[in-house]
């Protein structure tokens, strides 16, 4: 099983809709997580930090559910410029950062 | 406060030859993380590094890949004889401490012609 597994998509939505995207990880040591963002060909960038009560950015929402070790993240009023592929990120015990292969996301007009 | 600094940008190198990249943390972050994304994969774990310690290495390949954070300077990522299957984009990212989130560079793109 991979550290961290993402459905690779590519998620296809129009502007204005809601997408969810799940994240998995297998160490269940594992005690931070985070959602980034990569755009074609650039370096990635925080999105935002995934806290166990579950945390809200705006139209982003992240949420961890330790029992079943998965983390999510949903967007509401998809924007074109959310266009991009989302990669959840999980710190394994030694503290290093171990990032899923990222969900593509395309919204559309 | 400058961000992650890498260079060079861009780099070609005929197969057999060495390609050197840098990275240069941001100020006063003494984790920095190695990954490559070969084009359209995702982000792969090279290593771990903090202050003159290799932590992880277990993403690097066993032959010719070799990585350090010295004392002072910038971290290195070392690729010997390098091969055409080393054509990518290397990231580096560091980060204050453990357990919080970790900023990158721009990458380095490596062309093995």
């Known amino acids: 099983r991979k550290e961290v597994e993402q459905d690779p998509g590519p998620f296809n939505v129009p502007e204005g809709a809601t997408v969810a995207f799940n994240c998995t990880y297998s160490n269940s040591a594992s005690q931070s997580f985070f959602w980034y963002r990569q755009d074609c060909r650039k370096e990635p960038k925080l999105l935002m930090s995934v806290y166990s009560s579950g945390n809200e950015d705006g139209r982003f929402t992240a949420q961890l559910n330790r029992a079943s070790q998965y983390i999510s993240l949903l967007i509401r009023d998809s924007k074109l410029s959310d266009s991009a592929t989302y990669l959840c990120?999980?710190?394994?015990?030694?503290?290093?950062?171990?990032f899923g292969a990222g969900t593509r996301l395309t919204v559309k007009p | 406060n400058a961000g992650v600094m890498q260079n060079p940008r861009h780099l070609v190198r005929r197969r057999g030859q060495e390609a050197r990249l840098r990275c240069s943390p941001m100020k006063g972050h003494s984790h920095v993380y190695w990954y490559r994304q070969l084009p359209e994969e995702g982000l792969k774990f090279m290593v771990y590094l903090q202050k003159e310690n290799i932590i992880d290495e277990s993403g690097m390949p066993k032959e010719r890949f070799s990585a350090e954070f010295p004392k002072e300077g910038p971290s290195i990522l070392r690729i010997q004889q390098v091969v055409r299957g080393d054509s990518a984009a290397y990231f580096c990212?560091?980060?204050?401490?453990?357990?919080?989130?970790?900023?990158f560079g721009q990458g380095t793109r490596l062309t093995v012609v």
């Open positions: 990120v999980v710190n394994t015990p030694n503290n290093d950062m171990r």
């Open positions: 990212a560091s980060s204050p401490s453990r357990e919080t989130e970790a900023f």
